[in-house]
């Protein structure tokens, strides 16, 4: 983890410190090496919370990205049961940060355990998946929507582990490192999967970082869901309606793209 009590306060891993861990009060110590980013480890590598994975660069440059506060936030349920949340926003929606492969069974697992909260995969661990989502699919964007894309075959670009899941999973296909290769229309996005299927449709929506970070810190959840459903629902009905207009009737009346 990257946080332990010493002295009562929550600290970063130095070398030779010793502290107590903040799930399950034991002790920890700092493992300041080279291989791996400075962290605290239980004695003998056994870990509290099975769902903790190692972290990587990718992770802490996430967390970074929101108050020290926010990060690590221990959860319990009703049962007893706790895990250590990647970050939790002021307004109580939960990210978890996914580097290393998920069985579907835990990943429902987190789902149902944290409730309200959403995914960032880390899309540059497979070569394959990065590559099969640049080629494309069969991406088409939303009418009358900014960066909203639909598709009925979404297995064609992501994981497959991932396209069920009941809340949105935004995949960074990017990293922090410079982007190659990337179109720019493309550049400093997550894309987002929501949850379900609207006429058959997986929704994809394509946000930049700032925006998502930004989200984080104002809005009570930082997708939002409901409006963009609206959006989708509104740019297919028009599409059928379009097709549905006599030949050479003139262009439709511009329409601006919606905000959402
Ligand atoms: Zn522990």
Redesign the pocket.
């Known amino acids: 983890m990257r946080r332990a009590l010493v002295n009562n306060e929550r600290s970063e891993a130095a070398p030779a410190l010793v502290g107590q861990?903040l799930?399950?009060s034991?002790q920890m110590i700092a493992k300041c090496g080279t291989q791996r980013v400075w962290h605290w480890a239980?004695q003998g590598n056994r870990n509290?919370d099975p769902w903790w994975e190692p972290e990587t660069l990718w992770h802490r440059r996430w967390k970074d990205h929101f108050p020290s506060e926010w990060q690590e936030i221990i959860q319990h349920d009703e049962k007893g049961e706790k895990h250590v949340a990647d970050v939790m926003t002021g307004n109580g929606q939960v990210i978890e940060f996914q580097h290393s492969h998920l069985p579907a069974q835990e990943r429902t697992a987190r789902e149902t355990f944290y409730r309200n909260m959403i995914w960032i995969v880390d899309g540059m661990r497979l070569k394959n998946d990065r590559k099969r989502f640049l080629a494309g699919g069969k991406l088409f964007s939303v009418p009358f929507a900014n960066g909203l894309f639909l598709t009925r075959s979404p297995e064609s670009c992501l994981p497959a582990v991932w396209l069920n899941c009941t809340k949105p999973v935004l995949f960074d296909f990017e990293g922090f490192a410079a982007p190659d290769g990337l179109p720019p229309e493309m550049q400093g996005k997550l894309w987002c999967l929501l949850p379900g299927r609207i006429d058959g449709h997986a929704v994809l929506a394509a946000v930049s970082r700032s925006w998502f970070i930004d989200s984080a810190r104002t809005r009570e959840q930082i997708i939002p869901m409901d409006a963009i459903a609206w959006v989708v629902r509104r740019g297919l009905t028009a599409r059928r309606w379009s097709y549905a207009r006599p030949p050479h009737s003139g262009p439709a009346r511009g329409r601006r793209g919606a905000k959402y």
Do not use: P, R, T
């Open positions: 861990c799930v399950c034991q239980h509290c």
